[in-house]
């Protein structure tokens, strides 16, 4: 018999990592797509969520800048 545990632990820790990096200031974009990723990969996915971010190749939070007229 297969047990979840690991995986559900996996999957938590994963989703944790993810919401310390925004709150570290890395800022990750937090969508369907990222919590997605983190989800099923776990901790290797919350890394490479937050290293595509912080390189900015995706899942980087995107900051539409004011016009100042």
Do not use: E
Request: aromatic residues 2%.
């Amino acid at each position: 018999m297969v047990s979840l545990r690991p995986l559900l632990v996996n999957a938590i820790v994963g989703l944790v990592i993810l919401l310390v990096a925004n709150v570290a200031g890395l800022a990750v974009q937090i969508s369907l797509t990222t919590l997605l990723v983190c989800t099923i990969l776990g901790v290797p996915g919350a890394i490479l969520v937050v290293l595509l971010a912080l390189f900015d190749v995706a899942f980087a939070a995107t900051v539409v800048p004011m016009l100042v007229g």
